[in-house]
């Protein structure tokens, strides 16, 4: 099972980026998927998650508001959407895969982490 995170980049505070999670041999439909983000010296954090049909999501205060998590069932994909994004946004971003909610970072899948930067 492998999980591939795209779609980071450069920035400038208040801007917009989509994060697309997409999966390798196998689909993520029926599968639980969260995002999660990391800075240097810091452990990794739960950004937002959504469960299988039906999609329920679910999102950590500091990005309530401002990030959509949600499924694209015909590209297979789960996508997050970011707008309005703050310097303090800049990490690495990770998806992961579980069976179920919740999706923790014991996830038993994950992606290889995509570089987000918000930066004038």
């Known amino acids: 099972v492998q999980l591939q995170a795209s779609g980071g980049g450069l920035v400038q505070p208040g801007g917009s980026l989509r994060l697309s999670c997409t999966a390798s041999?196998?689909?993520?439909?029926?599968?639980?998927i969260g995002w999660f983000r990391q800075v240097p010296g810091k452990e990794r954090g739960g950004v937002a998650c959504?469960?299988?049909?039906?999609?329920?999501?679910y999102y950590a205060g500091s990005v309530k508001g401002r990030f959509t998590i949600s499924r694209d069932n015909v590209r297979h994909t789960v996508d997050l959407q970011m707008n309005s994004l703050k310097p303090e946004d800049t990490a690495i971003y990770y998806c992961?895969?579980?069976?179920?909610?919740?999706?923790?970072?014991?996830?038993?899948?994950w992606g290889q982490g995509t570089q987000v930067t918000v930066s004038s």
């Open positions: 992961a895969a579980d069976r179920a909610m919740p999706v923790s970072t014991r996830a038993p899948f």
């Open positions: 041999g196998f689909t993520l439909d029926w599968l639980a």
């Open positions: 959504i469960s299988s049909a039906p999609g329920n999501a």
